[in-house]
């Protein structure tokens, strides 16, 4: 039987019925647009994820928008984010207007480097063409930034803070979601993520009531929110029909969230599972590649993905495929050095430890149901190279 990179069918299977049943019950329930799976899965996950609020909306990229078009983002702002990211991380910032501030990483967590943070905002300040207002940070590969040095960079800077958790939700460091750190948590539910639907889907969380009840309302095209009826306000028409301010349409669907309540209520185990598949790899594959992956300290990853480093990547990708292993190189071209996104960028040379990843990384199949004669199978096949 071939290697799955990521078996999904597998973790179906496993839920034996349980999200057949529920998209069942959803499409029979009628309510296919904000229906009351929607409301329970918020609830379940906001208990999940330790947050006031959660919010369903269409795709995880959306969630990276609301909160930017909530704090009122635009020209002349600047946005710090990591490079080495899926480009929805960095893609939101342009569409207000504003300007992606490309900052390196840490050669061992992957993640944004809390001394190249500062580095950036005060070269930003130094120039004095644009204004710093947001630092998203993001979990790469499912691990935590490190949310406690970026807090402080963006408490003596007066900056807001979104965890991009589109990887790594379900994530903690020293036994705190990132919410604990950050202003907000946005997350992805596309199927290939830790936490993924049946197709696409997204999330934001927060302890903001303010920012949440703003996101309520841009996420159904600006409706009317209890804030906008405060004192005794009333209005000449049906306050649907009001546009309070200009939103857009991203809600989360009824199928879906039917779907995300069943894999919620086992995410936990799945998590365990993870973590475990990680550490026999570690042990594992240590004497045979440059690098396995270093999680910060005090973190627990959900693993995303498990990403090792070698001298020769594209030869042992090369041996992988022959032995039947599938591999994925995340990311072999960085934000700052995407044609899209080269007038936001200092170009090549500028983020060193960014450029020396994208030619040595590669990652490794990795899901909940990889079972252990499978993950030996892959550890002998990279044991093999030369
Ligand atoms: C997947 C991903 C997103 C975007 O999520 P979509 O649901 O595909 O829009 C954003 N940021 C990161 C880091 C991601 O991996």
Request: aromatic residues 8%.
């Amino acid at each position: 039987m071939s290697i799955a990179f990521i078996d999904l069918q597998a973790q179906r299977l496993r839920l034996n019925g349980r999200i057949e049943a529920a998209v069942q019950a959803a499409v029979v329930g009628g309510a296919w647009v904000m229906g009351p799976q929607v409301r329970q899965f918020e609830a379940d996950l906001a208990a999940f994820g330790q947050a006031k609020h959660a919010l369903g909306c269409a795709n995880g990229t959306d969630a990276l928008i609301l909160p930017l078009i909530a704090w009122g983002i635009r020209t002349g702002d600047a946005v710090f984010c990591p490079s080495f990211t899926f480009t929805a991380t960095g893609e939101v910032v342009p569409w207000l207007g504003a300007t992606p501030v490309f900052v390196d990483v840490d050669a061992h967590t992957f993640n944004m480097d809390p001394v190249q943070l500062e580095a950036a905002i005060e070269a930003t300040l130094k120039e004095g063409r644009l204004r710093p207002r947001v630092v998203i940070a993001v979990d790469l590969f499912g691990q935590p930034a490190d949310y406690p040095a970026i807090r402080a960079i963006c408490d003596k800077y007066g900056l807001k803070l979104i965890a991009d958790s589109a990887q790594g939700f379900g994530c903690t460091l020293n036994g705190h979601h990132p919410i604990k750190w950050a202003d907000i948590t946005t997350t992805s539910f596309f199927p290939a993520k830790p936490l993924g639907c049946y197709g696409d889907g997204g999330a934001v969380l927060t302890d903001d009531d303010d920012l949440a009840e703003e996101m309520d309302s841009l996420r159904v095209h600006g409706k009317v929110v209890a804030k906008d009826m405060k004192d005794g306000q009333t209005f000449d028409h049906d306050p649907k029909y009001l546009a309070m301010r200009i939103g857009m349409n991203s809600r989360l669907d009824t199928i879906q969230a039917a779907v995300l309540i069943e894999k919620l209520n086992v995410f936990s185990d799945e998590i365990g599972w993870r973590n475990a598949i990680a550490d026999r790899y570690n042990a594992g594959l240590a004497p045979h590649v440059a690098r396995v992956p270093t999680v910060i300290d005090g973190g627990v990853s959900v693993w995303a993905q498990y990403t090792i480093e070698h001298e020769d990547r594209d030869g042992l990708v090369a041996h992988l495929k022959d032995q039947g292993v599938p591999t994925a190189v995340y990311y072999p071209v960085p934000m700052h050095l995407q044609p899209a996104y080269a007038r936001f960028s200092k170009g090549p040379g500028s983020l060193p430890v960014t450029e020396r990843l994208k030619e040595r990384v590669l990652s490794l199949p990795m899901h909940s149901d990889l079972d252990e004669a499978t993950q030996d199978t892959i550890i002998a096949a990279v044991a093999g190279f030369r």
